[in-house]
């Protein structure tokens, strides 16, 4: 085996659509195998790109240096389309020190409220764990394919000897379509055939990175409730590698409110 130099696996490209596949869980996945290879791909700023959320039009914010030349120089976060919508959004600017602020205090919450959380994550993990609805929903598409398909087939085979055929009669040659009907209403139907099969396989694609979904969500649950279990203190100071353990994403509200989505769906 190739020794991995920090890439993506193949895997997911060459077996899960990577056309089709959502961002998200390309993202997702991505991430997971970066941290997992001990890579900090993210630091000081941009740690917060892509997880701070216009509350108004659901854009990620974006950051801009103020001052850049003299002593008041700092980096502010405001919504990349503030001004690219025909409605201004009217979410605040930030700065990093609120969303840090913050941060801690979602963290010490949880942390106060251990025995809760952790009863939630082993909730949430025990659900993520049992995929086998998902599998049986594949399974049955998988089947329904091969019927719709072996249907096609047969159709096209029809369809490739309802040819012209020659016959004389009365001294003429003339040209007698022997199966008049079928060209027409097997294209019909192949069309009808085809049509169900491209429905299933969006189906199942959508299945099937449900499935991955549920895998990363599960083991990024199991990450939080390592981190909880193992965190007896309040934290003080803002933790860089938590944050990128637990944090989603962070939504702006008008107010200035920061809504925290942890990783595993908990929200604060
Ligand atoms: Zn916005």
Redesign the pocket.
């Known amino acids: 085996m190739k020794k991995n130099e920090g890439e993506v696996p193949q895997y997911y490209v060459e077996h899960s659509h990577p056309e089709i596949i959502s961002r998200e869980i390309f993202d997702m996945v991505k991430q997971e195998f970066e941290k997992r290879k001990g890579i900090k791909s993210r630091s000081g700023s941009n740690m917060f790109s892509s997880k701070i959320v216009?509350?108004?039009?659901?854009?990620f914010y974006g950051s801009k240096v103020w001052h850049s030349n003299d002593k008041y120089r700092r980096v502010i976060w405001r919504?990349?389309?503030?001004y690219k919508?025909e409605k201004r959004?009217q979410?605040p600017i930030i700065r990093e020190v609120q969303i840090k602020e913050k941060f801690v205090d979602v963290i010490n919450r949880l942390i106060q409220d251990k025995t809760s959380v952790i009863a939630d994550c082993e909730k949430i993990i025990a659900e993520l764990r049992d995929t086998s609805t998902i599998e049986n929903k594949e399974l049955k598409l998988k089947a329904e394919q091969n019927v719709l398909y072996n249907s096609m087939k047969e159709l096209v085979n029809q369809m490739a000897h309802s040819k012209n055929v020659n016959a004389e009669i009365e001294g003429k040659n003339i040209e007698i379509n022997q199966n008049r009907e079928l060209p027409a209403q097997a294209l019909r139907q192949y069309e009808n055939l085809k049509n169900q099969y491209e429905k299933n396989n969006e189906k199942l694609i959508k299945l099937e990175n449900t499935r991955l979904e549920w895998r990363v969500k599960k083991q990024r649950t199991l990450e939080l409730l390592d981190k909880i279990k193992n965190q007896n203190n309040l934290i003080t100071d803002f933790d860089e590698q938590m944050w990128y353990t637990l944090v989603e994403k962070v939504i702006v509200n008008r107010d200035g409110n920061l809504n925290f989505e942890l990783k595993n769906g908990v929200k604060f």
């Open positions: 216009c509350g108004d039009c659901g854009g919504c990349n389309h503030k919508n959004c979410t």
